[in-house]
């Protein structure tokens, strides 16, 4: 997956995530908003073949940049944690 930061301010940024889809976008917004310095997050898509989904990021306090990697970091232990539950379970 490739990022192209389309626009970026103290407290806001924008990034368009090509190869990215819903799977990824909505479980990264959900996250991100689950942190209580992001105001806003939010993605979209536009036509599913056609456009590049664009991510925006609204911080009320600190960087956008920092909660979106604060947000990854938290999705990548879950998931991990998860992938090791199901090994568990299966033998």
């Given at each position: 997956m490739e990022l192209k930061l389309l626009k970026k301010q103290k407290?806001?940024?924008q990034l368009q995530l090509v190869d990215?889809?819903?799977t990824l976008l909505y479980p990264l917004?959900?996250?991100l908003l689950k942190d209580e310095n992001v105001q806003d997050a939010?993605?979209?898509v536009g036509h599913p073949?056609?456009?590049i989904p664009?991510?925006?990021v609204q911080v009320k306090d600190g960087k956008p940049q920092a909660?979106?990697?604060k947000a990854v970091k938290a999705l990548a232990s879950e998931f991990s944690g998860a992938g090791?539950?199901?090994e568990k379970k299966l033998g």
């Open positions: 407290n806001f940024m990215a889809d819903e917004v959900y996250q939010s993605y979209m073949d056609l456009d664009v991510l925006t909660a979106l990697k090791e539950k199901i």
